[in-house]
C-alpha cells in the first residue's frame, strides 16, 4: 500500500484525490490526447493523485531543539543536503547520473519508513546519488522546500543533467524501485535509443536469417504504465538474451524521438513494436506482463496455446 504524504507548511487543500485510485489504473495504457496536441508540444509532467495528507503544524520546539534525520544503519551512500548551495552543488557533481532527492520531515512517520528502502537502493545502484533533505530541519531546508515547490513529505524527485525529469509523492518501496530502475538504467542489457539513426542502427544489425527479434520499448518520461512494466522488462532482456534484443526510447526525449513515434503512428503508451528482419511485425500497447511475453513468443514463432 502507498504511503499517505505528511503536510509540510500549512492545512491540507479542501479536497485530494485517492492515490491508491490512481494507482489501480497503472496497468492501463496512458492516451495522447491528439497526436497534434502531442507532437506539437513538450509532454508535461501531471503528478499522480495523492491520498489526503495529514495537516501539519511544527511545534515552535522543533527549530530551537533542531532536527533529526531518519537514522538507518550503514546510511553513508545518501547525501544529507543542509544548504541551497549544497543542493545544487550536489546536482552539478553528479553530471548525467540520476540523482534522488528524498524530501522528509521529523514528525513524518512516512519518511522513517521510506528512508531504509533508499539506503537499501543507494547500496546497490552505485551509479545513482542520493540525497535527502529535511524539510524542518533548519530555514534554509524550509527554503529549499518552497523553491522546489515541496509542501508534502516524503517527497522524491529525479534529476538527470540537473534537469527534473520526474516526481513522486505519498509512494510505497516498489514504486521507488521501480522508478529507480527506470530512470536510472544506463547498463543493463536493455539498448537505450535516443534518435531515429539509433533505432535504424539497431535495425541494421539485426537483418537475415541470424537476425534477433527486436522488441522496442516505446514510452514517456512520465507515464505510469512505462514504469510499472519496465522491471518486467528488464527481466526478459535478461532471460531472453539468446534470440531476443530489447530496446527503449522516451518519445518526449527530443524532436527526434517525436517524430519517431509519429511516423509509427503511436498513440498510446507505452506501446511494444516487435521487429524482425528490418521490418514492423507488430506491436503491443499495454503493460501486461503476461500479454508482453505472450506476444514476444507469438513473433518468435513460438505457438501459444
Known sequence: MAAMATFLFGPPPSSSSSLSSCLSRLGQPAPLSSLSHFFSTR???RPLSRDKPASFCPRASAAASGTKSPSTASDERVQKVHTIDEF?????????????????????P???????????????????AFLLVMGDESEQTRELCRREGIDRVPHFTFYKGMEKVHEEEGIGPDQLVGDVLYYGDNHSAVVQLHSRADVESLVDQHRGADGKLVVLDVGLKHCGPCVKVYPTVLKLSRSMADAVV??????????????????????????????????????????????????ILRYQGVRVT
Request: glycine share 8%; net charge negative.
Open 246 to 295: 530489447f530496446a527503449r526510447m522516451n518519445g518526449d526525449e527530443n524532436d527526434s524521438c517525436m517524430e519517431y513515434l509519429k511516423d509509427m503512428d503511436v498513440v498510446e503508451v507505452p506501446t511494444f513494436l516487435f521487429i524482425k528482419d528490418g521490418q514492423i511485425c507488430g506491436r503491443y500497447v499495454g503493460s501486461g506482463k503476461g500479454e508482453l511475453i505472450g506476444e
Open 43 to 45: 509532454i508535461r509532467h
Open 110 to 128: 512516512n519518511s522513517r519508513r521510506i528512508y531504509p528502502f533508499m539506503v537499501d537502493l543507494s547500496r546497490t545502484c552505485s551509479d545513482v
Open 88 to 108: 545544487e552543488a550536489a546536482l552539478r557533481a553528479a553530471k548525467d547520473k540520476l540523482v534522488v532527492v528524498e524530501y522528509a520531515a521529523s514528525h513524518s
